[in-house]
């Protein structure tokens, strides 16, 4: 027991010391250390400068310096190294030295203090969004419990493949997306589609990589490997978005490299030309020129963009919508009219037996016994949809003969060496009564697809089916409209069914009976119409209108075609989140706007006041920098921004 405690206490010691919360801070708080470090130096010097002792203080503001200004020295340097012209980094450098070299020590350290918090600001809002890459990563289990012939091994999470069996117990994050095979429980989905309430599940549920079983233990079939779940294109997705850069931020990078130049020229004319031509002396000049040089620095201009940007970004991530870049973001505040695919956008996607109406002497129980055995052998979803109503039912299935599939009609085969059809219309070779009309006026009135029952020479019943409209779909089409967005439904629906859809959700215009072609056409006919347009869809026939819309808007939970194709994803398939998204463009936009006027405003305010010999140098940093800071920190409202 003594040999074990001493090894014990031998590898306590020998075990790296878990970083202070102070160091910790530091470094994920660098440059802002620095800004405050830079800061007390500042005021040290000055401290020392009231007491008489000058190099001391000097010394204290040179270290302010070199603390405050080196990461932003360093940034400017690599920047016009790579780029191989000057930016407005260089620019504050230099004013920062310049004031220096005619003596005023504190008002350069200054102007380097309020550059160094500026710019830990815009890197606050940097990592603010990609902290939700981060939250997005640390909730991808390294592991997984295989289960195979009975037994449970751990295996990483790299190694699952389709078709495997995993368990996931309570408290355990979901590795892959799968669907439950047996078991329930209740799934906390707040991370990935920012549904506060957690989601029960059972058999047959679909479960996705990322989230936390909250209080039963399931068994999972494997759907998708590690690399194509949800999880991985979210993290893509909010990766891809952080990195590309949108018009207006490359509008003013572009106008950043022109403006420099002008400003170190002007400078340089300020510095020189009033000696010469004007009898200032020299010291006066350099003083105008430096004070020139902070005050017409485009800083708050460049910074007046990307944080603003990042911060919707990462707001829309945090509500499950995620953006593939800026420029996506700022194109949806131009929207006029949005275009909706019906199956799967507006509806459910998956279609249900409303009725069973029979014509003869059958009841509806046999009617659907029959048309469910026959249908057990077709894929299609309308023959998916009356096997799960049979299943729920609780009819007996019978094994028919003959079994065969008309592709676009229906199928047949034989119960009982009697000849049954199902399907369409068109597929029947039977006449239809009156009841049978009414039946089917009735149904189409009420946005339901009619299927009929043929037996022998006898029509003998129809069955009603239809996708349910997702609960919130008119109330966010209701919420479009209050914006003064147009909505428009596509379908490949009959006439009657989309008019009667198109009632329910309360879209201003429909388009039925369309194949994938023809839905972009319809696009390329609204964007002349309306201008910007953006289309919602989520399956691959929906791809093509998805590219061509000014804006593609898909489902989450749609194909990987449609995800792909998209430029933008409502990742939990809300459509009331629709709204928001477009108010939140509209509020970046506002707020960008806000950010290019105030900040052009003041540049040119203090420009004109050093010409009038009105403008200190200390009050020029104050401007100067404080405008960069006020426009970063109403950039990072957005962070907040709720509907």
Not at 320 to 346: E, P, Y
Request: glycine share 8%; aromatic share 6%; net charge negative.
């Amino acid at each position: 027991m003594e040999v074990i405690s001493k090894t014990s206490a031998n590898l306590k010691r020998r075990q790296p010391k878990k970083p202070s919360k102070w160091r910790k801070l530091i470094a994920e708080n660098g440059e802002m250390a620095a800004a405050a470090i830079s800061g007390v130096l500042i005021l040290g010097g000055w401290v020392l400068s009231t007491v008489d002792l000058s190099v001391a203080s000097v010394i204290s503001y040179l270290a302010a310096f070199v603390i405050g200004g080196y990461a932003k020295a360093k940034e400017g340097i690599e920047e016009t190294v790579a780029e191989k012209s000057l930016n407005v980094e260089l620019l504050m450098v230099f004013a920062a030295i310049g004031s220096a070299l005619i003596g005023y020590w504190a008002e350069g350290a200054m102007l380097i203090f309020i550059f160094a918090v500026s710019g830990a600001l815009e890197t606050y809002a940097m990592n603010r969004s990609h902290s939700e890459v981060s939250k997005l990563m640390a909730l991808q289990p390294e592991e997984a419990r295989l289960y195979e012939n009975g037994v449970e091994r751990k295996v990483p999470v790299s190694e699952l493949r389709i078709g495997q069996t995993i368990i996931v117990k309570p408290g355990d994050l979901v590795p892959v997306d799968g669907t439950v095979t047996d078991g329930s429980t209740a799934i906390d989905q707040a991370a990935i589609t920012g549904e506060s309430v957690p989601v029960e599940k059972k058999t047959g549920d679909e479960v996705l990589a990322g989230t936390l079983n909250v209080n039963g233990g399931i068994y999972v079939r494997v759907d998708k490997e590690q690399a194509d779940t949800l999880f991985q294109k979210m993290i893509k997705l909010v990766q891809q978005a952080q990195a590309e850069k949108p018009q207006k931020q490359l509008f003013v990078e572009r106008f950043e490299k022109i403006y420099v130049n002008i400003v170190i020229a002007m400078t340089a004319l300020v510095a020189i030309v009033p000696p010469l031509a004007l009898g200032w002396t020299w010291n006066d000049a350099i003083y105008r020129a430096m004070v020139l040089l902070v005050v017409a620095s485009p800083c708050a201009l460049v910074a007046s963009v990307m944080p603003a940007l990042l911060s919707a970004i990462s707001n829309g991530a945090r509500r499950g919508v995620l953006f593939k870049g800026g420029s996506h973001l700022q194109q949806l505040t131009n929207i006029r009219a949005i275009a909706f695919d019906k199956t799967g956008t507006l509806t459910r996607g998956v279609p249900e037996v409303q009725e069973v109406i029979p014509f003869a002497d059958f009841s509806e129980e046999q009617l659907l016994a029959n048309a469910a055995s026959i249908e057990q052998l077709s894929t299609h979803p309308l023959a998916e949809a009356i096997v799960r109503q049979a299943q729920v039912a609780g009819v007996s299935f019978v094994q028919p003969q003959g079994m065969i599939s008309t592709t676009g009609f229906g199928v047949e085969a034989k119960i009982d060496g009697t000849l049954w059809k199902i399907g369409k219309r068109d597929y029947m070779d039977v006449s239809f009564g009156d009841e049978v009309e009414e039946a089917r006026h009735r149904l189409a009135s009420e946005g339901k697809t009619a299927v009929y029952i043929q037996c022998g020479e006898q029509l003998v019943g129809m069955l009603a089916i239809q996708d349910a409209i997702r609960p919130k779909a008119a109330a966010a089409v209701a919420a479009l409209k209050k914006l003064g967005i147009h909505t428009v439904m596509i379908t490949g629906d009959s006439e009657e069914t989309a008019r009667a859809l198109a009632k329910q959700c309360a879209v201003d215009r429909y388009y039925a009976n369309c194949l994938p072609d023809e839905k972009v056409n319809i696009v390329r006919e609204l964007q002349q119409t309306h201008g910007q347009i953006a289309m919602v869809g989520d399956g691959v026939n929906d791809a093509p209108a998805l590219a061509t819309a000014s804006v593609g808007i898909g489902m989450g939970a749609g194909t990987d075609a449609a995800l792909e194709t998209a430029d933008v994803v409502l990742v939990n398939d809300e459509l009331k989140r629709l709204p928001y998204v477009i108010k939140l463009a509209k509020r970046s936009d506002t707020i960008i706007k806000q950010n290019i006027v105030f900040s052009i405003g003041v540049i040119l305010t203090l420009i004109v006041a050093n010409f009038l010999d009105s403008m200190t140098l200390p009050l020029g940093v104050i401007g100067h920098e404080g405008s960069t800071i006020l426009v970063i920190l109403n950039g990072l409202r957005l962070l907040k921004y709720k509907e």
